[in-house]
């Protein structure tokens, strides 16, 4: 354990916190001003976060999945439904993203040529980017959208919101 101190401009308090938050495993933010009053003081005590686990496998990611052909309807149905102007939310991307790695799979395990798992991934890219930018709606357990290994496994992290969000809808 260790404490943080930073020192910068008000209007920096809550993005400071948040960026710490993020990082560490952090206790209680005390915040005071700095001896000319124009900027705050910030401490807080910190641990490195505890190693995260490994991704869940597919069959534990898609234990409670509607079947593909399913899914393929809802994506499909949803895309057309959207009203014009308007943005599709997260569960869209969460479900297209974890039909994409689901057909890459299969297409893996069948030896068949083709480009899903391309696909797949950039759809995983799009996700991660949805919840780095979203109002962070995203279990992020262990791994969260700015995760280095996010970065690296892109597919993982569909797998794990995804096992996430079948449990709790």
Request: net charge negative; charged share 30%; with cysteine.
């Amino acid at each position: 354990m260790f404490e943080i101190r930073v020192i910068c401009d008000p209007v920096d308090t809550d993005r400071v916190t948040t960026a710490l938050s993020r990082t560490f495993a952090t206790g209680t933010m005390r915040d005071y001003p700095t001896r000319d009053g124009q900027r705050r003081r910030l401490y807080v005590t910190a641990d490195h976060r505890p190693e995260p686990g490994p991704w869940p496998t597919p069959e534990e990611a898609y234990a409670l999945a509607p079947s593909i052909v399913r899914e393929i309807g809802w994506t499909a149905q949803t895309a057309a439904d959207k009203p014009f102007g308007e943005d599709l939310d997260r569960e869209y991307w969460l479900r297209k993203a974890a039909l994409l790695d689901r057909i890459a799979l299969r297409e893996d395990e069948e030896g068949a040529p083709g480009d899903a798992g391309e696909v797949a991934t950039e759809a995983a890219r799009r996700l991660t980017e949805y919840d780095r930018a979203g109002e962070g709606d995203y279990h992020g357990v262990p791994y969260w959208p700015e995760h280095p290994a996010t970065a690296a496994d892109p597919r993982g992290y569909v797998r794990q919101e995804y096992a996430h969000w079948a449990k709790n809808h």
